[in-house]
């Protein structure tokens, strides 16, 4: 039923569809340096489940509203990502002012979980040949590798935060602009 080709293309494409949320979690680990594992863990679970659920309603979804959708996801990823990064820079020069340290928030976390999901959304619609069984166990795949990319992106973000210092929030913050506008302008090539 699943062979190793499809074992493969299914690896390939979650890693694919991982890097936005490892550089947006690596942002987060530059941000909070002394973040411990549970935090790590929920980010990556944040982002691993919106990798994973993207997708499956991509498929659920099918083609009816493909062109609309596809139309949209370039701007709604470039308008949260800057909002997030722009955020984060400013949040950064004021902090340099008063040395206080945000925490991450849940809904600044889902908001980073949607905005680096909705290219997987897209993903979903070119799995209409699959089966529904081949699905679920894609996007388990996908959410799967996200998680461990995420938690591992967090870890790295830490490290070079250490060294980076007072400026790592505000690499963070530009990190966050580059990936809206990448996933901008490659949606119009």
């Not at 959708?69 to 950064?92: D, F, K």
């Amino acid at each position: 039923m699943f062979g190793a080709r499809f074992f493969i293309n299914s690896v390939l494409l979650g890693v694919g569809l991982a890097m936005d949320a490892s550089a947006v979690s690596m942002a987060n680990g530059f941000k909070e340096q002394n973040m411990k594992i549970g935090k790590m863990a929920l980010i990556a679970l944040f982002f691993g489940i919106f990798q994973g659920i993207m997708p499956m309603a991509g498929y659920l979804v099918g083609h009816a509203v493909l062109s609309i959708i596809e139309r949209i996801v370039p701007y709604l990823s470039l308008i949260v990502l800057l909002y997030l990064g722009i955020r984060m820079i400013v949040g950064a020069l004021k902090k340099e002012e008063k040395k206080e340290i945000k925490a991450l928030t849940i809904g600044a976390l889902f908001m980073q979980a949607i905005a680096t999901s909705l290219d997987a959304l897209s993903v979903g619609f070119t799995l209409a040949s699959l089966s529904l069984s081949e699905v679920a166990v894609c996007v388990t795949i996908i959410a799967l590798e996200t998680f461990a990319i995420s938690i591992f992106s967090v870890e790295i973000g830490k490290r070079v935060g250490t060294k980076l210092g007072d400026k790592a929030e505000i690499l963070g913050g530009a990190i966050l602009i580059f990936i809206g506008l990448e996933i901008f302008i490659t949606s119009f090539l």
